[in-house]
Nanobody, 123 residues
Framework: QVQLVESGGGLVQAGGSLRLSCTAS????????MGWFRQAPGKDRDMVAA???????THYGDSVKGRFTILRDNVKNTYLQMNDLKPADTAIYYC?????????????????WGQGTQVTVSS
């Protein structure tokens, strides 16, 4: 079982930046793909970004490419650096984990989820 705890959400003006953090409890963290998802009110949950266990490969949703960066250390932390934020980025952001699925980072199926952190971008 993997427990994930997100932090770093908040209220920011359009054009600003936030850095989300996700801390994992698993001792096998280094073998997991890590992902960030978001869900706005009334909308489906969308993948934002994903990173493989060795941080060699990443995948981004089209709406965040060039603005968001997913990072991880080799201990237990995954980050989402969000720059040039827009009101459309307002959502609850979730961290997710799964065992390495062989590089298919675009696959949105994950096994473990955090409780989410709210990001609100004002215009």
């Amino acid at each position: 079982q993997v427990q994930l705890v997100e932090s770093g959400g908040g209220l920011v003006q359009a054009g600003g930046s936030l850095r989300l953090s996700c801390t994992a409890s698993a001792r096998t963290y280094s073998t997991y793909d890590m992902g960030w998802f978001r869900q706005a009110p009334g909308k489906d949950r969308d993948m934002v970004a994903a990173i493989d266990p060795f941080a060699l490969n990443t995948h981004y949703g089209d709406s965040v490419k060039g603005r968001f960066t997913i990072l991880r250390d080799n201990v237990k932390n995954t980050y989402l650096q969000m720059n040039d934020l827009k009101p459309a980025d307002t959502a609850i952001y979730y961290c997710a984990a799964r065992r390495d699925n062989g590089g298919r980072l675009w696959d949105p199926r994950y096994d473990y989820w955090g409780q989410g952190t709210q990001v609100t971008v004002s215009s």
